[in-house]
Structure formats: structure tokens, C-alpha cells
């Protein structure tokens, strides 16, 4: 029970990573009264992540300074429904945010748009291969809303984000160096390339050889000063080694911070208070809008009601799906009976890689950025026979170096043993002579990759732990067995010394050790039918109407790229469809 | 560092270019201005603030196998790998700190869903080392401080096998003590390993400089500079 109630807001926002930030920017301007709750801490460039302490592996890459941390709060996990769930106990598979930022502060910043087909995979599908493709307990769904609708909200992100890149089609039109295969958009990217790194290079060369189309992958990772449309400022990347998993001490990554919140706080009607996890959305009686949230100050030790008249859940894909199980809007999925809504169609990312090792070549590999590197289409969603190669799915292919961080970046041919003189002679040997192929590809949802309430596991404040369930599935690995052939074909292709090659086979497990990627998706996800729907084509809960849920939960099964693009495009159509549609007359709008 | 195959070596590289006599100059001259670093205890005088005596004693030697000295490079005593590991168990790693730990707990589930042991990585080393000893005693004769370096590393790819009879909530012992040795090679040197940037110095990894501007897309340009550290060290 809140013992406190603190004075009504128009809004107020549950978590301030990226679509947090955009939410609040965009209702300030319109005049609203606005509230964001952010658990965690408040964190700024300097001092946070200022030169040169934030160049720090051990405590950011391995210990995972910035990042949630499980004790206070976590999921459990399970491959399959009859297994029991156990804690993620620490980090490894995915790392999400903590603190003012978000996982916006540390992510890697590749920032991409899904592809037209993928929008409508379902009636694409069906349309071109037959419904008898899709293998059984798959749940492919559409999303609601076309490539064409998102265009302008994702030229919106990328403008306010500041992404480097090259156009590959504009309004139609195929433009030379850029990816062939993506949708079309309105204009050029707000900045050109980031540079290449040498590897990068060669892994494009040997693909334009065999007849490919290379371009350089779109980055949230700055190539020369830029000044985006809140007035923020970024300056251009230093390709300083020390980017995923930090914060970027240069103003260069894209963060929510660089190219928002400092613009946000100067606001009157805007504030933000940290240490303040929301517990529980509150539901009118009618349990047809909701009231506000309770939260937790850790600062009083109180929980406080904060009513308001819009709730915004940018908590991140996983965070708003408990919140929504905990707040009980929208009827809970159940795996055994394909009912329910609110954990249908948990799924995740298939990715896996070829190293190569050159004696004779040198790539320094701590000159790198989160994001650079050079990427291949040619084998994504759009230009897979899905009937004739047996799977559902597809794959960016890219090439590029983030660091050359020897902890966790030391990459050693095939045969070197783990320790031992054997372990000391190869890192002084092959440091710095290896480059790397990865397959970025998508991950369908089925039946039972779902997320709901564990029995077991409670958190800090007593409420039930979120569990995961969740497996590689067949279809899925066919397509990174696919991907496995494209890519040694590359790879031989370059003559290396050694080469290995790391992707899912048949029975993989899912291992929640090793990091595979923070994009979790699904979950609560959109659509135009409130059966299979948790939220409408607009991210409006079917439920309560005044609840508007942002972020990769929305996603019905996972694109072939990384999600943030898309993320931040779903926020900007959600605000118009606001502004223009729900403010005037606040309403369910479907 | 080895020198690449017909390049000028890193010495050479450094006097032959004109940024490199400059950044080189500049070096010395910080150098001259600071003041003479006191040379850290002996690792047998080091005051520990986790390890006892007998743990001391076989963290030693095992860091001394699982990267030892000799041949390239420094080793992980040359590199006071111990001192890292002694500090990390006092603190928040070592506690669990970060971590989700309330149970129900069941340290023997399938690996692919993680750590599931009730104790901290700072009880799993004190736990596990003591049943390795005794396993060593009963197998090869004695405690694994005083084996000869093979035998060490017989026993010690017995544990990583997982074929000493650890129970399971201390099954991830052999990882915790591997990977945190590698931490303390590679980690900045203010965390107590990495003695003097020796392991950046041997593979070429420039530590916290982090401005490379004019260097992607260099091909096969060895980077001239060596590492800093984040107090401002160089090596
Ligand atoms: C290492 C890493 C690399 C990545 N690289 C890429 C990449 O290259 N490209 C890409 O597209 N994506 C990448 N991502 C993913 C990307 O970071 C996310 O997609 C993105 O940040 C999601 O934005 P969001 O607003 O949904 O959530 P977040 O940015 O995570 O923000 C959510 C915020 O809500 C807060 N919160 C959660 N629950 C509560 C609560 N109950 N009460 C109050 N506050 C709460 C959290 O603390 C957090 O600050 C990466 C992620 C990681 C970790
Ligand atoms: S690589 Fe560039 S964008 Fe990334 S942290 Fe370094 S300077 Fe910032």
C-alpha cells in the first residue's frame, strides 16, 4: 500500500532509456506535465562516463557496471514448459539497462530499419510460399502497420539519433554503395560512413568479388560534428575501442543523454525523479483506464502513488511485460491453451560468426567503434526462397571490430589450448590477427516461447519474478546453418592461416551463459486483432486505454537486425497517433 | 610485442617516424618530471585481505601454471595476478554482491541456465580449494604448491574436467579461478595485476588512450605507441 500520493501529472513515464527520453521530449512540447520514474541512477557524460575512467574493461564489460543488477532485479529462465525455471542469477545472455539512459548509454549503436516483408511476415508468407510452409507452433504474426506508415517516424529517429550510413534506396530509387535491399526511404542518412577499419575492407572486397552487395553498416556512432533537432550536439567518434557495454566519454555515441536529456531537463513541464522502480500500473475501478503507478523511493523508503492521466511503459521489452503481468492488464498468455495476450511471442535474436586468423596481417584492433564495419543484404528475408531452402528467416552478414579489449576480446585460432604457456604464446602470437564474419538474423516466436509470472522466485519487494521460457528452435537453426555456408564461403575466399566457425547445430540449447545479445523481444506485442494482440497498431494497450507501451516488446516475432531503429520509429508513430488522434479525445483508438 | 616480418621493429618504428620522435620525446620528459615509483611488496610480504596462508599458497602456484613464466611474455606472478584475484573475492565480486542469490537453489541443474550455487565466488574458492588438496594428496602425493609443473597441470586439467569430486554449488571453481586469472593479466593495473602494463606491453594493447582518429583503414600499420594506464602510467 503507497504511503504517500504525491500531486496528479498528465504523464507519467515508466523508465527513461530511449523511448522514455522521446516520449518526454515530445509531450513536453506539447505542454503536458510530465513525470519519468527511472529506477536507477542518474548518469551524464561527464562525470559518468568521462576520460579516461570510463576506459575500464573489467569494471564495464565484465562486471557490468552500468547494467541491471540481479539483485534487484531479474527473470528466471526455462527451456521449455515442463522444465523449472531457475534465476538468471548474473548476467551473461543479455545485459539490459539500469539508470538514467537506459541500455541507450551502452549499447553499440548499429542502427537499422526491419525490411518491408518483415512488417508483414505472416501475409508474405503466405502470399508468396503457401501457409503450409510455416512449420507447426510457429505464431507468425504481422505487425499492423507497413514500412511505408513507419517511413517518416524512422527518418525521425535517425535524424534525432544522428545515424552515419549510406542510402541504398531512396523513394524508389537504388543508390550505388548503399544496401539495395532495404525499403525505401525518404533521404540520405543525416551523415555519411564512419571510416573503415581494414578488416572490414577486405571482408568487403572478397564479397563484392563473389558478386554481393557491401555497404557500410548504418551507425549511431558519429562521423563528423552534428547538431540534431533538439539543438543537441555530437562530435565525431575517435573509434576509441571502448564502446558496447560503455558509456561514450566523447559525445559521440548516440545515447538518449547526447542527443536528448540534456535538451529534456531544461524543460519546465518535464521531471524526472531517479531510484524510483515502479511496482504496479493502478486500474480504475471500471479497470478500463489506468490511474497512475506506484513506485518505490529508495531515497524516503516509501512507496508513492503518482496519479496521472497517461502511462508510458519504456521499462524495455522485458520490464513492461512484468509490469503489465504484475498490473494484470491484459489477460496473461498461456502456453497450453494459446489464449491470452500479454508473454505471447517471447523470442530473440540467432546470431553466430566466422574468425579468421592471418599471420601476416595486423588490424589493430582497438581502433574501433560499437557500430562501423561493412555489412551484406544478400541474404536477408527479402531474397530468401523460404519454400525451396526449408526455413523462415534471414540474415544480415557484416564484417567490423568494436575493440580490441583483451579480456573479453582475445580471439585465438582453433587448437590454442585455455591456459598454460601454450594459451601465453598464442595471445602474444595472434593478438590483433584475427577478423571476424557474423550472421545477425531473426527469431520467430512459437507457441511456447513465452513469458509470464514464475511460481517460485520472488524480487526484492515480494513480487513474483518474470520467468522466460525459451529454446532454439528447428527452423531457426536451419537458417544459421544456411548462413554458416554463405559466410565459410566468404571466408575461404580470403585465405586465412585458420578460421573457425561458431553457430547454433542441431540441439542447441539455449545457454544463458555466454552473450549472445540484448535484444529481447515480444511479449506484449502489437497488432490489429486484441486475441492475439497485447497492444494495438498504435502500442495503445487494448486493456486501458490511457496505457501506451514503447520498445521491442512490441515486436511480434524478431527481425533479422539489431531492434533500436525500429524501437525508436514505433515511438515517433505512437506520438503522432497521440498528439493527433488520442490527446484531443482520449479513447481506445481501435 | 613481436615485430612484424619485415617492418622496422616497435623501437625503430618509433625513431624513424616524426610523430614518434615527438610523442617519444614527450615520453622522456614525463618521465624525467615523475618521481620514482615505489616498487610494490613482494608477493610474500603482500598483505592479504582475503586469502589465508594455505590459500595464499595455492593461488600462487596455480597462477603460476595457468599462465606461467618463461618463454614470451611476463607470466601471471610477474604480472601480481594473485594480488587481483586476493582483492576481487574481498569485494563485490568476490560477495556475490550484483547478484540475484535467494533460493530455492539446485547448483546441479542443467550449466545452460548458469550459476545456480547459494555461495559467493569468495566461498566457492575457500570450499573448493581445501576438497582439490585433498584430491591432490590422495592422487599425486602431495599439496599442489609442492608438485613437480607437470603434475600441476595434470591436476589442474583434472579440475577443469570437472574430476575431483567437487560438489556441484562448487562446480564453477576451476572457471571463477581461470577467467579471474586472465582478468588480473589483462585488467588495469590499478585493480593490482598487470604489474607495470607488462601484459599490454607483450600484446601490443595501448591500454586507455582511446583516440585513434587518423588510424581505421590503416593497412598492416603496427600502432606505435604503448599502453597507459587509467592513473596516467606509462608503460
Ligand atoms: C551491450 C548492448 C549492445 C547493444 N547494441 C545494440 C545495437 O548495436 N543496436 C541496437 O539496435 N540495439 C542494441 N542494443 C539494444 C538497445 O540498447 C535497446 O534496444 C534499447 O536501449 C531499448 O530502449 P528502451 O527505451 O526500450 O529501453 P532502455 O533503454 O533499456 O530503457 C529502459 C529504462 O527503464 C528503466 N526501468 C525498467 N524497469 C523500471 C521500473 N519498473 N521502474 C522504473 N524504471 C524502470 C531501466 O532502468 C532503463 O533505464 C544493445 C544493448 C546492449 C545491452
Ligand atoms: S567508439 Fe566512438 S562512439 Fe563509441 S564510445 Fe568510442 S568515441 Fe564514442
Same mark, same amino acid.
Given at each position: 500500500?503507497?504511503?504517500?500520493?504525491?500531486?496528479?501529472?498528465?504523464?507519467?513515464?515508466?523508465?527513461?532509456?530511449?523511448?522514455?527520453?522521446?516520449?518526454?521530449?515530445?509531450?513536453?512540447?506539447?505542454?503536458?506535465?510530465?513525470?519519468?520514474?527511472?529506477?536507477?541512477?542518474?548518469?551524464?557524460?561527464?562525470?559518468?562516463?568521462?576520460?579516461?575512467?570510463?576506459?575500464?574493461?573489467?569494471?564495464?564489460?565484465?562486471?557490468?557496471?552500468?547494467?541491471?543488477?540481479?539483485?534487484?532485479?531479474?527473470?528466471?529462465?526455462?527451456?521449455?514448459?515442463?522444465?523449472?525455471?531457475?534465476?538468471?542469477?548474473?548476467?551473461?545472455?543479455?545485459?539490459?539497462?539500469?539508470?538514467?539512459?537506459?541500455?541507450?548509454?551502452?549499447?553499440?549503436?548499429?542502427?537499422?530499419?526491419?525490411?518491408?516483408?518483415?512488417?508483414?511476415?505472416?501475409?508474405?508468407?503466405?502470399?508468396?510460399?503457401?501457409?503450409?510452409?510455416?512449420?507447426?507452433?510457429?505464431?507468425?504474426?504481422?505487425?499492423?502497420?507497413?514500412?511505408?506508415?513507419?517511413?517518416?517516424?524512422?527518418?525521425?529517429?535517425?535524424?534525432?539519433?544522428?545515424?552515419?550510413?549510406?542510402?541504398?534506396?531512396?523513394?524508389?530509387?537504388?543508390?550505388?554503395?548503399?544496401?539495395?535491399?532495404?525499403?525505401?526511404?525518404?533521404?540520405?542518412?543525416?551523415?555519411?560512413?564512419?571510416?573503415?577499419?581494414?578488416?572490414?575492407?577486405?571482408?568487403?572486397?572478397?564479397?563484392?568479388?563473389?558478386?554481393?552487395?557491401?555497404?557500410?553498416?548504418?551507425?549511431?556512432?558519429?562521423?563528423?560534428?552534428?547538431?540534431?533537432?533538439?539543438?543537441?550536439?555530437?562530435?565525431?567518434?575517435?573509434?576509441?575501442?571502448?564502446?558496447?557495454?560503455?558509456?561514450?566519454?566523447?559525445?559521440?555515441?548516440?545515447?538518449?543523454?547526447?542527443?536528448?536529456?540534456?535538451?529534456?531537463?531544461?524543460?519546465?513541464?518535464?521531471?524526472?525523479?531517479?531510484?524510483?522502480?515502479?511496482?504496479?500500473?493502478?486500474?480504475?475501478?471500471?479497470?478500463?483506464?489506468?490511474?497512475?503507478?506506484?513506485?518505490?523511493?529508495?531515497?524516503?523508503?516509501?512507496?508513492?502513488?503518482?496519479?496521472?492521466?497517461?502511462?508510458?511503459?519504456?521499462?524495455?521489452?522485458?520490464?513492461?511485460?512484468?509490469?503489465?503481468?504484475?498490473?494484470?492488464?491484459?489477460?496473461?498468455?498461456?502456453?497450453?491453451?494459446?489464449?491470452?495476450?500479454?508473454?505471447?511471442?517471447?523470442?530473440?535474436?540467432?546470431?553466430?560468426?566466422?574468425?579468421?586468423?592471418?599471420?601476416?596481417?595486423?588490424?589493430?584492433?582497438?581502433?574501433?567503434?560499437?557500430?562501423?564495419?561493412?555489412?551484406?543484404?544478400?541474404?536477408?528475408?527479402?531474397?530468401?526462397?523460404?519454400?525451396?531452402?526449408?526455413?523462415?528467416?534471414?540474415?544480415?552478414?557484416?564484417?567490423?571490430?568494436?575493440?580490441?579489449?583483451?579480456?573479453?576480446?582475445?580471439?585465438?585460432?582453433?587448437?590454442?589450448?585455455?591456459?598454460?604457456?601454450?594459451?601465453?604464446?598464442?595471445?602474444?602470437?595472434?593478438?590483433?590477427?584475427?577478423?571476424?564474419?557474423?550472421?545477425?538474423?531473426?527469431?520467430?516466436?512459437?507457441?511456447?516461447?513465452?513469458?509470464?509470472?514464475?511460481?517460485?522466485?520472488?524480487?526484492?519487494?515480494?513480487?513474483?519474478?518474470?520467468?522466460?521460457?525459451?529454446?532454439?528452435?528447428?527452423?531457426?537453426?536451419?537458417?544459421?546453418?544456411?548462413?554458416?555456408?554463405?559466410?565459410?564461403?566468404?571466408?575461404?575466399?580470403?585465405?586465412?592461416?585458420?578460421?573457425?566457425?561458431?553457430?547454433?547445430?542441431?540441439?542447441?540449447?539455449?545457454?544463458?551463459?555466454?552473450?549472445?545479445?540484448?535484444?529481447?523481444?515480444?511479449?506484449?506485442?502489437?497488432?490489429?486483432?486484441?486475441?492475439?494482440?497485447?497492444?494495438?497498431?498504435?502500442?495503445?494497450?487494448?486493456?486501458?486505454?490511457?496505457?501506451?507501451?514503447?520498445?521491442?516488446?512490441?515486436?511480434?516475432?524478431?527481425?533479422?537486425?539489431?531492434?533500436?531503429?525500429?524501437?525508436?520509429?514505433?515511438?515517433?508513430?505512437?506520438?503522432?497517433?497521440?498528439?493527433?488522434?488520442?490527446?484531443?479525445?482520449?479513447?481506445?483508438?481501435? | 610485442?613481436?615485430?612484424?616480418?619485415?617492418?622496422?621493429?616497435?623501437?625503430?618504428?618509433?625513431?624513424?617516424?616524426?610523430?614518434?620522435?615527438?610523442?617519444?620525446?614527450?615520453?622522456?620528459?614525463?618521465?624525467?618530471?615523475?618521481?620514482?615509483?615505489?616498487?610494490?611488496?613482494?608477493?610474500?610480504?603482500?598483505?592479504?585481505?582475503?586469502?589465508?596462508?594455505?590459500?595464499?599458497?595455492?593461488?600462487?602456484?596455480?597462477?603460476?601454471?595457468?599462465?606461467?613464466?618463461?618463454?614470451?611474455?611476463?607470466?601471471?606472478?610477474?604480472?601480481?595476478?594473485?594480488?587481483?584475484?586476493?582483492?576481487?573475492?574481498?569485494?563485490?565480486? #568476490?560477495?556475490? !554482491? =550484483?547478484?540475484?542469490?535467494? &533460493?530455492?537453489? %539446485?547448483?546441479? +541443474?542443467?550449466?545452460?541456465? *548458469? /550459476?545456480?550455487?547459494?555461495?559467493?565466488?569468495?566461498?566457492?574458492?575457500?570450499?573448493?580449494?581445501?576438497?582439490?588438496?585433498?584430491?591432490?594428496?590422495?592422487?599425486?602425493?602431495?599439496?599442489?604448491?609442492?608438485?613437480?609443473?607437470?603434475?600441476?597441470?595434470?591436476?589442474?586439467?583434472?579440475?577443469?574436467?570437472?574430476?575431483?569430486?567437487?560438489?556441484?554449488?562448487?562446480?564453477?571453481?576451476?572457471?571463477?579461478?581461470?577467467?579471474?586469472?586472465?582478468? #588480473?593479466?589483462? !585488467? =588495469?593495473?590499478?585493480?593490482? &595485476?598487470?604489474? %607495470?602494463?607488462? +601484459?599490454?606491453?607483450?600484446? *601490443? /594493447?595501448?591500454?586507455?588512450?582511446?583516440?585513434?582518429?587518423?588510424?581505421?583503414?590503416?593497412?598492416?600499420?603496427?600502432?606505435?605507441?604503448?599502453?597507459?594506464?587509467?592513473?596516467?602510467?606509462?608503460?
Amino acid at each position: 500500500m503507497a504511503t504517500r500520493t504525491d500531486p496528479k501529472k498528465d504523464v507519467v513515464i515508466i523508465g527513461l532509456g530511449w523511448t522514455g527520453a522521446i516520449m518526454g521530449m515530445e509531450l513536453a512540447n506539447e505542454g503536458l506535465e510530465i513525470l519519468a520514474l527511472e529506477r536507477g541512477d542518474d548518469r551524464s557524460t561527464v562525470p559518468d562516463f568521462q576520460y579516461p575512467n570510463i576506459f575500464d574493461e573489467l569494471k564495464y564489460a565484465v562486471r557490468y557496471d552500468l547494467m541491471q543488477k540481479p539483485v534487484n532485479s531479474t527473470l528466471t529462465v526455462r527451456h521449455n514448459t515442463a522444465e523449472t525455471a531457475l534465476p538468471y542469477r548474473h548476467l551473461g545472455s543479455f545485459l539490459p539497462g539500469d539508470g538514467v539512459g537506459g541500455a541507450g548509454v551502452h549499447w553499440n549503436g548499429q542502427n537499422w530499419r526491419p525490411q518491408a516483408v518483415e512488417y508483414r511476415l505472416r501475409s508474405y508468407v503466405e502470399e508468396t510460399f503457401g501457409a503450409d510452409i510455416i512449420p507447426e507452433g510457429m505464431q507468425l504474426q504481422d505487425w499492423g502497420v507497413t514500412a511505408e506508415e513507419l517511413e517518416p517516424h524512422m527518418t525521425k529517429f535517425e535524424s534525432v539519433a544522428g545515424i552515419a550510413g549510406k542510402a541504398g534506396n531512396i523513394n524508389g530509387e537504388i543508390q550505388e554503395g548503399g544496401n539495395p535491399f532495404e525499403a525505401p526511404r525518404s533521404a540520405e542518412y543525416p551523415m555519411p560512413p564512419l571510416k573503415n577499419t581494414w578488416d572490414s575492407e577486405l571482408f568487403a572486397d572478397a564479397a563484392r568479388n563473389m558478386g554481393y552487395h557491401p555497404f557500410p553498416r548504418p551507425a549511431a556512432n558519429a562521423s563528423i560534428q552534428y547538431v540534431n533537432d533538439y539543438g543537441m550536439q555530437l562530435g565525431p567518434c575517435n573509434y576509441c575501442g571502448y564502446c558496447e557495454r560503455f558509456g561514450c566519454n566523447n559525445y559521440s555515441k548516440s545515447s538518449p543523454q547526447v542527443c536528448i536529456i540534456d535538451a529534456l531537463k531544461r524543460k519546465p513541464n518535464f521531471s524526472y525523479r531517479t531510484r524510483s522502480e515502479v511496482l504496479k500500473i493502478e486500474k480504475a475501478a471500471d479497470g478500463k483506464t489506468a490511474t497512475g503507478v506506484t513506485y518505490f523511493d529508495e531515497k524516503t523508503g516509501e512507496e508513492v502513488f503518482q496519479p496521472a492521466d497517461l502511462v508510458l511503459v519504456c521499462a524495455y521489452s522485458l520490464h513492461n511485460v512484468h509490469l503489465l503481468l504484475l498490473s494484470e492488464i491484459g489477460e496473461p498468455y498461456n502456453p497450453d491453451t494459446g489464449e491470452g495476450v500479454v508473454g505471447r511471442n517471447y523470442s530473440y535474436q540467432m546470431t553466430g560468426g566466422t574468425s579468421m586468423w592471418f599471420r601476416d596481417k595486423v588490424f589493430n584492433p582497438f581502433v574501433g567503434t560499437g557500430a562501423g564495419g561493412m555489412s551484406i543484404d544478400d541474404f536477408s528475408m527479402s531474397q530468401i526462397d523460404f519454400g525451396k531452402e526449408g526455413f523462415i528467416g534471414g540474415s544480415y552478414i557484416t564484417c567490423g571490430h568494436t575493440g580490441g579489449r583483451p579480456i573479453q576480446q582475445m580471439s585465438l585460432p582453433p587448437g590454442t589450448p585455455a591456459w598454460g604457456a601454450g594459451w601465453k604464446e598464442a595471445v602474444g602470437e595472434w593478438y590483433g590477427h584475427s577478423l571476424s564474419i557474423g550472421s545477425h538474423g531473426s527469431n520467430m516466436a512459437y507457441r511456447d516461447t513465452c513469458l509470464d509470472l514464475d511460481p517460485t522466485y520472488k524480487d526484492r519487494h515480494g513480487r513474483p519474478l518474470m520467468r522466460m521460457t525459451f529454446d532454439w528452435k528447428d527452423n531457426d537453426i536451419r537458417m544459421t546453418q544456411f548462413m554458416k555456408a554463405r559466410i565459410e564461403e566468404i571466408a575461404k575466399s580470403m585465405n586465412p592461416d585458420a578460421m573457425a566457425s561458431g553457430y547454433k547445430g542441431d540441439g542447441a540449447q539455449y545457454d544463458v551463459r555466454p552473450y549472445q545479445s540484448t535484444h529481447n523481444v515480444g511479449g506484449a506485442i502489437m497488432g490489429t486483432d486484441p486475441k492475439t494482440s497485447a497492444i494495438n497498431r498504435y502500442l495503445q494497450s487494448w486493456d486501458c486505454h490511457n496505457v501506451w507501451v514503447m520498445g521491442a516488446s512490441a515486436f511480434p516475432q524478431n527481425i533479422q537486425y539489431n531492434p533500436t531503429g525500429a524501437v525508436g520509429g514505433l515511438a515517433y508513430w505512437a506520438l503522432e497517433a497521440l498528439r493527433k488522434d488520442y490527446l484531443p479525445n482520449p479513447r481506445p483508438l481501435m | 610485442m613481436r615485430d612484424m616480418p619485415g617492418r622496422p621493429s616497435r623501437r625503430g618504428f618509433l625513431k624513424g617516424s616524426a610523430a614518434g620522435v615527438a610523442i617519444a620525446s614527450l615520453a622522456g620528459a614525463v618521465k624525467a618530471q615523475a618521481p620514482e615509483k615505489e616498487a610494490p611488496p613482494p608477493l610474500d610480504q603482500y598483505e592479504r585481505v582475503y586469502f589465508n596462508e594455505a590459500e595464499w599458497a595455492f593461488v600462487m602456484a596455480a597462477c603460476d601454471r595457468l599462465i606461467p613464466s618463461g618463454g614470451n611474455g611476463p607470466g601471471a606472478i610477474d604480472c601480481r595476478v594473485p594480488v587481483f584475484i586476493d582483492r576481487q573475492l574481498s569485494g563485490n565480486f #568476490g560477495k556475490a !554482491a =550484483d547478484w540475484y542469490m535467494q &533460493g530455492p537453489f %539446485d547448483p546441479a +541443474a542443467n550449466p545452460t541456465l *548458469g /550459476f545456480q550455487s547459494p555461495l559467493t565466488p569468495a566461498e566457492i574458492y575457500r570450499q573448493a580449494i581445501p576438497v582439490f588438496q585433498d584430491w591432490c594428496n590422495q592422487t599425486h602425493g602431495d599439496n599442489f604448491e609442492n608438485l613437480e609443473a607437470a603434475t600441476q597441470d595434470a591436476a589442474l586439467t583434472s579440475l577443469q574436467k570437472g574430476e575431483v569430486g567437487l560438489a556441484p554449488e562448487l562446480r564453477d571453481f576451476f572457471q571463477f579461478l581461470l577467467a579471474n586469472t586472465k582478468e #588480473g593479466y589483462f !585488467a =588495469d593495473p590499478s585493480y593490482g &595485476g598487470n604489474h %607495470d602494463m607488462q +601484459a599490454w606491453v607483450y600484446i *601490443g /594493447f595501448p591500454g586507455a588512450r582511446g583516440a585513434f582518429t587518423s588510424w581505421p583503414g590503416r593497412e598492416n600499420a603496427q600502432y606505435p605507441l604503448g599502453p597507459v594506464a587509467i592513473n596516467g602510467d606509462r608503460a
